[in-house]
């Protein structure tokens, strides 16, 4: 897998990650804040009108409610539809105010016994002398209890179920917005990443490839720009590690060349021990490139000098005679070349290479006329 694509996994997974993490947390706060909310607005209803309901409560203890606080019990039950229950109760727990009044002055615990739910949240509010609130129904409901207090003490509770829906729609709306807002800014923070990563890392390491690709035997530079950053010190290894590599190859060129010396001079010596007078000879490597000639070979090139640079006649039969040597190594062959108009016969022996060196010996004497 490239780079490029390690870190764009990278990149997601951890996005996703933090995505999920930062849901969650938002999630739980909107659902704190709304919640709260709904809450708040339905103790604040109730706190608003307490005065009036806590001096009937004191003036007419355990009864019916009077026709000012049931007229307060059906505007908050006709103006809010939130609310989907509301119960009046006396200090007692018997119900003093509810819609249907076949439950009026029925104890709290009777009329839970009718219901299909049932809370603990009056007795918490009486017990706690504070509002509260329990979720019921898989969390679609709140069965809240707000006790009435008069000088500190309870004289009655207002219970109220009301539902979550609004608050659980405003925080499916908050969670859609952030959805949205997490995604846009991981497509800005990526953007930004990925062009930082492209122009700061991905094309330095593509163009620091290319001069590596560009590095040859003939040319062992590093064709790059240099970098004030970790790139640039990788590009700067390879530069000295190719000046040492030029230099040992300067060092062996060198031993090379003196050897090849040291060779000639062996050559001339044996040569002009062993080749009659008048003959030419020629020592050529395996390549056929000529190593030394017992005399001056007029040709006009640099570099390498190719056996059959200096041949100008039948040039196949030397190749034959070289060829047949080749393959017969330490047996003398003969044969008969044309070299600068002159019919030679030619004498050629590949010599053993026990010290690793192909090396064959050519002797031309020019044949006698009869």
Not at 82 to 96: A, C, E, F, H, M
Not at 207 to 220: E, I, M, T
Request: one cysteine or more.
């Amino acid at each position: 897998m490239k780079l490029t694509a390690k870190w764009t996994l990278w990149f997601v997974l951890v996005s996703l990650y933090a995505a999920v993490i930062g849901g969650l947390f938002y999630y739980n706060m909107f659902k704190f804040v709304f919640d709260k909310k709904l809450q708040n607005e339905m103790v604040e209803m109730v706190r608003f009108r307490a005065p009036l309901l806590v001096s009937s409560l004191s003036a007419r203890p355990r009864s019916d409610a009077t026709f000012p606080e049931a007229e307060v019990m059906k505007a908050w039950k006709r103006n809010d539809t939130r609310i989907k229950n509301l119960v009046y109760l006396n200090d007692d727990g018997s119900i003093r105010w509810h819609e249907d009044t076949q439950f009026l002055r029925m104890s709290y615990s009777d009329y839970n016994n009718q219901v299909v739910f049932d809370t603990p949240v009056v007795l918490m509010a009486i017990r706690d002398r504070m509002p509260k609130a329990i979720m019921f129904d898989d969390g679609n409901y709140y069965d809240m209890a707000i006790p009435l207090l008069a000088k500190d003490t309870v004289a009655g509770v207002v219970n109220i179920t009301v539902s979550r829906q609004e608050a659980k729609s405003l925080i499916r709306q908050a969670m859609v917005r952030y959805a949205v807002g997490a995604f846009i800014m991981i497509l800005l923070i990526g953007g930004v990443l990925y062009l930082f990563l492209l122009l700061k890392i991905i094309r330095p390491l593509e163009g620091l490839k290319d001069g590596v690709d560009a590095v040859s035997l003939n040319r062992l530079e590093l064709p790059y720009t240099p970098r004030p950053d970790e790139i640039g010190d990788v590009a700067s290894a390879i530069t000295a590690l190719l000046g040492r590599i030029k230099e040992d190859i300067k060092g062996l060129e060198n031993v090379e060349i003196m050897s090849l010396e040291k060779e000639q001079k062996w050559w001339k010596t044996i040569l002009a021990v062993t080749v009659p007078h008048g003959a030419r000879a020629l020592v050529i490597d395996e390549n056929n490139n000529i190593l030394y000639t017992n005399f001056e070979m007029n040709v006009k090139k640099k570099g390498a000098v190719h056996l059959l640079d200096i041949f100008d006649g039948r040039q196949q039969s030397i190749i034959q005679v070289v060829g047949e040597a080749l393959e017969n190594p330490g047996k003398v062959l003969r044969g008969s070349v044309v070299n600068s108009n002159v019919k030679c016969t030619v004498k050629a022996v590949q010599l053993p290479d026990d010290a690793g060196k192909n090396r064959m010996i050519l002797v031309l004497e020019p044949e006698k006329s009869l």
